[in-house]
C-alpha cells in the first residue's frame, strides 16, 4: 500500500499546476484525503483536506487559488493549483486517512515557483 504523488514541476508566477495522488494496494476505504506542503527550513503544514463525502478546508494561503479534489472511485485526490507565487515553493506531500492503516503518506513532489 502506497501513495504516490505526481505533478509537481518548476512554473513561472502566475503559472498553473495539477497535483495528482493515486493509492495503490489493498487500502480499503479511505476517510479525508489531504495536501500539506513543507518549504525548507520550515515545519510541514496543511494546504488544503477533502472529507470522503467532497466537504473540503483550505489554509488561508490557497483559498481562491487551490482547489481539491477527489475521485473515490480511484483512490485519488487532486490539487489544482492556479496564479501560483515563488512563496508557493515547496515539497508537496499528499495524505490519506486509510480505515485499514491510519494515516498514510506519500513521498512528496516538488513544485517550484519563479518569480
Known amino acids: 500500500v502506497q501513495l504516490q504523488a505526481s505533478g509537481g514541476g518548476l512554473v513561472q508566477a502566475g503559472d498553473t499546476l495539477r497535483l495528482s495522488c493515486a493509492a495503490s494496494?489493498?487500502?480499503?476505504?479511505?476517510?479525508?484525503m489531504a495536501w500539506y506542503r513543507q518549504a525548507p527550513g520550515t515545519q510541514r503544514e496543511l494546504v488544503a483536506s477533502?472529507?470522503?463525502?467532497?466537504?473540503?478546508n483550505y489554509a488561508e494561503s490557497g483559498k481562491g487559488r487551490f482547489t481539491i479534489t477527489r475521485d473515490n472511485a480511484k483512490n485519488t485526490v487532486y490539487l489544482q493549483m492556479d496564479s501560483l507565487k515563488p512563496e508557493d515553493t515547496a515539497v508537496y506531500y499528499c495524505n490519506a486517512n486509510s480505515i485499514r492503516y491510519g494515516p498514510l503518506w506519500g513521498k512528496g513532489t516538488l513544485v517550484t515557483v519563479s518569480s
Open positions: 477533502i472529507t470522503r463525502g467532497g466537504s473540503t
Open positions: 494496494g489493498s487500502i480499503g476505504v479511505i476517510l479525508a
